[in-house]
């Protein structure tokens, strides 16, 4: 984790956990569309992937929206005005 960033982990992780996410969901469908007896371990994993999915999803869009907006916003100083308050 970079210097900083306290909580927040890693672009790459968050980005290779959803698209490993949905590498597995897509492999899932394949083997549900394919036909056929599907065991009942890939419909619950399917199931699971498809409730989770929306929420990685989102926990990616927060990160990268955290990424543009700073933790504290910068006022720019008046110069006409010192750090009393008083004109100069």
Same mark, same amino acid.
């Given at each position: 984790?970079?210097?900083?960033? @306290? ?18 969901? +897509?492999e899932l469908e394949r083997?549900?569309?394919a036909g056929g007896a599907?065991?009942? +371990?890939?419909?619950? @994993?399917? +199931?699971?992937?498809?409730? &989770?999915?929306?929420?990685?999803r989102e926990e990616l869009? @927060? ?20 750090? &009393?308050?008083?004109?100069?």
């Amino acid at each position: 984790m970079a210097p900083g960033s @306290e909580g927040l982990p890693d672009s790459p992780e968050v980005v290779g956990d959803y698209l490993t996410m949905v590498e597995r969901f +897509q492999e899932l469908e394949r083997l549900i569309k394919a036909g056929g007896a599907v065991p009942s +371990q890939i419909l619950t @994993e399917h +199931q699971k992937a498809l409730s &989770r999915l929306p929420v990685k999803r989102e926990e990616l869009r @927060e990160y990268v929206s955290c990424l543009g907006n700073p933790a504290t916003k910068i006022v720019p100083r008046s110069p006409a005005r010192s750090s &009393r308050g008083f004109t100069t």
